[in-house]
């Protein structure tokens, strides 16, 4: 049986995990990640946020990105066929950057993992971990790889698993999710948006024309490539006949803005679908472990928070986790749980007003871009959910209720 001992392990070599890892080898920590797939592997969640842009930066890896040729993004522009609004990033209240990128997650992810174990940590795919112990003195991790069986040691473990919620299953951590189950059916696609009335340099969210629970997402890629997917709630998906990829496109035609856009697009790969995707925990770190990105709690793909989540995660483990690997006590609710949860809090207020209609109203009938208002709102948009001078952080329920009410 193989065995190592390293400062930290990571489960998990996606944006979470590999930042992670970035971050704690530039430390001189010894670090190790263990992914259970292979890469590069297809992932959904293409759309960044400007603010993670701040978290590339602080690791070194923004050139790296900057270099990689993916699409352009500045903002996003919605629809729901009779009404049209248009939200660009660099209009925002909180100061970072406005800009970010569409990218195709096989080769985001897998250009993280590399920057990682260029950066030294040891990163080994195809790691199956299947039990974990903790003592006083760290964390034991048990699994198969493909040399067989492992059992490494390390002061301190890190889920970054992602839907794979290694850590929360094993440890029962699981908690009821905030939101109602609902379907998202979604596939890439060989576009032909070429001269059509469509910028690639944002993502285009459309509302269903009858029913404000389906929404549907278009993310362009570079080289005429897309990301196209629908949200669905159970009862009305089961209203359509057919496969998979049947439903999606019928789903897909009831929208003209969506039906026009996508006419000759061409299924780059099967239609997939996933629901009950919105996840919860009991508890996000404790003296041996911390839980990262969607390991830890995922609320809905529809404002693309997720690799912004991911990476708040990993950047708000690096300073208690150093402070308590040199002696220190730390208190990990109040150092990395109770900050963490701030932004995700905000994004859920955001998540809910848009399923109750009030972020729509809000959105397709907006303040003048020079309106503070709008500029706050924007900036939660652009993913600056831990920005506590920004009202709508802190508050966000109650002050989107007050704008929804003057703009609906």
């Known amino acids: 049986m193989k065995s190592d001992h390293f400062d ?30 292979s890469f590069p592997r297809f992932v959904i969640g293409e759309s960044l946020l400007p603010q993670s842009m701040e978290f590339l930066e602080k690791a070194g890896l923004l050139p790296r990105i900057d270099a990689a040729g993916f699409q352009h993004k500045n903002g996003a522009n919605f629809s729901d066929d009779r009404r049209f609004s248009s939200i660009d990033f660099s209009r925002k209240f909180t100061a970072g950057p406005g800009t970010t990128y569409q990218v195709e997650r096989e080769k985001f992810d897998t250009l993280l993992a590399e920057a ?70 979604f596939t890439h696609v ?30 362009p890629f570079s080289g005429r490539k897309s990301s196209v997917g629908v949200i669905v709630p159970p009862e009305k998906l089961a209203q359509y006949d057919g496969s998979k990829s049947d439903k999606y496109w019928s789903i897909i035609r009831e929208s003209e803005s969506m039906r026009t856009l996508l ?18 925990v009991s508890r996000m770190a404790g003296p041996q472990f911390a839980l990262l990105g969607n390991a ?38 109040q150092d990395f749980a109770q900050p963490l949860k701030v932004g995700v809090d905000c994004f859920r207020a955001f998540v809910e007003a848009w399923y109750r209609g009030d972020l729509q109203d809000i959105i397709f009938n907006p303040p003048s871009d020079n309106n503070p208002i709008k500029q706050m709102v924007v ?22 209720d007050m704008v929804a009410q003057q703009c609906a």
């Open 296 to 333: 830890g709690e995922f609320l809905d793909p529809v404002f693309s928070s997720g690799v912004t989540v991911a990476f708040k995660s990993a950047d708000l483990l690096i300073e208690p986790l150093m402070r308590q690997l040199s002696g220190e006590k730390v208190d990990w609710e």
């Open 116 to 185: 990682a174990a260029d950066a030294g940590a040891d990163v080994r795919f195809q790691q199956d971990v299947t039990a974990v112990r903790f003592d006083s003195s760290g964390a034991e991790v048990s699994g198969e790889g493909p040399e067989g069986a492992f059992q490494h040691t390390a002061r301190f473990l890190v889920d970054a698993s992602g839907y794979g919620r290694v850590l929360p299953r094993l440890m029962k951590l699981d908690a009821p999710a905030d939101f109602p189950v609902r379907h998202a059916l």
């Open 263 to 280: 006419e000759g697009a061409r299924e780059r790969r099967p239609v997939s679908e996933i629901s009950g995707y919105s996840t919860k």
């Open 379 to 400: 900036s939660i948009l652009a993913g600056y959910a831990w920005d506590e001078k920004n009202p709508f952080v802190i508050e966000g329920r109650r002050y989107l």
């Open 190 to 219: 060989d576009d032909e948006l070429e001269g059509r009335d469509f910028d690639r340099n944002k993502i285009l969210i459309a509302v269903h024309p009858k029913y404000r629970d389906i929404w549907y997402w278009l993310i």
């Open 8 to 37: 930290v392990i990571i489960i998990g070599a996606g944006p979470a995990g590999a930042l992670a890892a970035t971050r704690l080898v530039q430390q001189g920590l010894k670090v190790a990640v263990l992914e259970k797939s």
